[in-house]
């Protein structure tokens, strides 16, 4: 979903990954760092959406379904990032600060420097792997809003371990150089690549989620 308009569907009755490897926010594996801004980054282990809806702009609180969430409502140019679900795991922080500029929620977001390469500043946010968000067949939603700069490269939103992991399954929201979205999974072996066709706008917050029902 963009802005809370259904962009593809896909279906599959493939159990879930069990990714081995940290959880990375602006990144997978220290590859294609994320070069823009995030707000409210949520993962749930429910389908919070299953039809068209309008994204929420009143920051999100922890309930039974929330597995991950990562919110930006403080200091400008802090780095001190928590998990503000009620597992309240650690994370790591690499070149990633809170930004005061006109967020959709709260007073700041999660700021990631931009960069021209692959792999030249590097900028992320990790959580260890956890048997938590290896979601079988069950239902899980992303979501989060994004500021997307004018780029000329892949870059990742949200993601698992680099596909260089030999034998590791791996899952990646990315962002292609002409602003569509991508969803990849490889489990070590084989992929498949979920591409949009609707460019996102450059310079505004825009609200994405990825939704998986079993029903």
């Known amino acids: 979903y ?25 990144s997978y594996g ?16 429910s389908a919070r959406y299953t ?12 309930d ?14 802090s780095t001190v990032f928590t998990d503000s679900s009620s597992n309240s795991y650690p994370i790591t922080v690499t070149n990633v600060s809170h930004y005061d500029t006109l967020p959709p929620v709260g007073s700041s977001a999660i700021y990631f420097p931009a960069n021209s390469g692959l792999t030249n ?13 290896d979601f079988g067949t069950g239902d899980f939603t992303w979501e989060m809003w994004v500021m997307v700069p004018a780029i000329s490269r892949q870059m990742k939103i949200f993601g698992s371990q680099g596909w260089s992991n030999s034998g590791a399954y791996d899952w990646v929201f990315d962002i292609n150089p ?4 991508i969803l990849s999974f490889y489990n070590g072996s084989t992929s498949q690549d979920l591409n949009t ?3 996102l706008p450059v310079s505004t917050w825009t609200h994405l989620a990825v939704s998986r029902s079993s029903v």
């Open 2 to 26: 963009v802005d809370g308009v259904q962009q593809l569907q896909y279906s599959n009755t493939s159990p879930w990954f069990n990714v081995t490897s940290p959880l990375y926010i602006g």
């Open 30 to 45: 220290a590859m294609e760092s994320w070069g823009g801004k995030l707000d409210e980054v949520r993962l749930s282990d």
């Open 51 to 62: 039809s068209a809806f309008t994204p929420s702009t009143t920051k999100f609180t922890s």
């Open 64 to 77: 039974a379904n929330t597995v991950v969430l990562i919110q930006s409502d403080t200091t400008n140019g």
């Open 121 to 133: 500043t590097q900028s992320w946010l990790a959580i260890a792997d956890n048997s938590v968000w």
């Open 178 to 181: 002409n602003r569509t979205l």
């Open 197 to 199: 066709s609707t460019a």
